[in-house]
């Protein structure tokens, strides 16, 4: 969705670089680099979060992390913000600690963590 808006702001800003709006067009150019950030962004770094029988696999800006399972603490935590609630699975390892919104699991967050928490009881038993 991200890539199919920054082509259509591409063309809203090539209609105002032709129609000789040049605020419009270095307004809609910042809007197009933004959005054009933002889905790049998505598209390097998916899937945030991978796992498997050896543990955890989380792509960050930084780079690929792998944490054990036994090494690797699992929660979700309610945040309230703005009146409504939002939930983010929270993987803690010493001093690393990675947080995931729904966004970036593509799921509901506590669904993610039953099945984290399934894969890993099966991994220690």
Avoid: C, N
């Avoid at 969705?1 to 591409?10: D, G, H, K, S, V």
């Avoid at 209609?15 to 197009?32: C, E, K, Q, S, Y």
């Avoid at 603490?73 to 945040?79: A, C, G, K, Y």
């Amino acid at each position: 969705m991200a890539w199919a808006i920054t082509l259509l702001l591409l063309a809203g800003v090539l209609w105002l670089t032709f129609g000789g709006d040049v605020g419009g067009t270095i307004l809609t150019g910042l809007a197009m680099l933004s959005v054009g950030a933002l889905a790049l962004h998505g598209t390097l770094l998916r899937p945030r979060l991978a796992a498997g029988p050896d543990g955890i696999l989380a792509r960050t800006v930084g780079g690929a992390r792998r944490y054990s399972w036994s090494e690797a603490r699992l929660r979700v935590r309610t945040t309230r913000r703005l009146g409504r609630d939002s939930l983010t699975l929270e993987v803690e390892s010493g001093d690393h600690l990675l947080v995931f919104g729904r966004i970036d699991l593509g799921e509901d967050p506590r669904d993610v963590l039953d099945v984290l928490t399934a894969l890993k009881g099966q991994a220690l038993s």
